[in-house]
T-cell receptor, first 113, second 112 residues
């Protein structure tokens, strides 16, 4: 399934399927992007990051894609598991901004059996 | 062994009261942050300290006053609490020059 936009939509995914979470960012000066996962009642947890000189980065079951031309970022989760149910945030930062993260609104991912 | 810890986890108080939230990190980082997450899950930075020096101060009412006694601690004091202050407050830390921030578990503040 896919989700687009910065509002807090809900993405319902069947266990075992791939998930795609999209994020449109606004600051073209941003040169570093991070995806965070926030489970219910917990703080945001780092998943994966990417710098603006890259267009793809892979981690364990996750891939982040960056399209600077259209200012778009996506997070792909392979073989989605129940433990992937959470709110996912993209965040952008400019290197000289002293770590001032700008967060997107988040996407709620619900994994169904 | 918690990397970033916050106390208390829950805080319920009356309007007009003064309260403090504490944050500690044992990651050896030199930069710490406070974020506010509203009821719609939107996360916004409030303050940032580097080596006990204030470096980011967003448009936050001056009822909010951060204090950093040392690099490992960043506390948040709130005077004259208002209903609109109800939110989840997250502390985070990072190493200067490395943008990845590590978040605490949050403090859920409810002002009645």
């Amino acid at each position: 399934g896919e989700s687009v936009g910065l509002h807090l939509p809900t993405l319902s995914v069947q266990e075992g399927d791939n998930s795609i979470i999209n994020c449109a960012y606004s600051n073209s000066a941003s040169d570093y992007f991070i995806w965070y996962k926030q489970e219910s009642g917990k703080g945001p947890q780092f998943i994966i990051d990417i710098r603006s000189n890259m267009d793809k980065r892979q981690g364990q079951r996750v891939t982040v894609l960056l399209n600077k031309t259209v200012k778009h970022l996506s997070l792909q989760i392979a073989a989605t598991q129940p433990g992937d149910s959470a709110v996912y945030f993209c965040a952008q930062v400019t290197t000289d901004s002293w770590g001032k993260l700008q967060f997107g609104a988040g996407t709620q991912v619900v994994v169904t059996p | 062994d918690t990397a970033v810890s916050q106390t208390p986890k829950y805080l319920v108080t009356q309007m007009g009261n003064d309260k403090s939230i504490k944050c500690e990190q044992n990651l050896g980082h030199d930069t710490m942050y406070w974020y506010k997450q509203d009821s719609k899950k939107f996360l916004k930075i409030m303050f940032s300290y580097n080596n006990k020096e204030l470096i980011i101060n967003e448009t936050v009412p001056n009822r909010f006053s951060p204090k950093s006694p040392d690099k490992a601690h960043l506390n948040l004091h709130i005077n004259s609490l208002e209903l609109g202050d109800s939110a989840v407050y997250f502390c985070a830390s990072s190493q200067a020059g490395k943008e990845t921030q590590y978040f605490g578990p949050g403090t859920r503040l409810l002002v009645l």
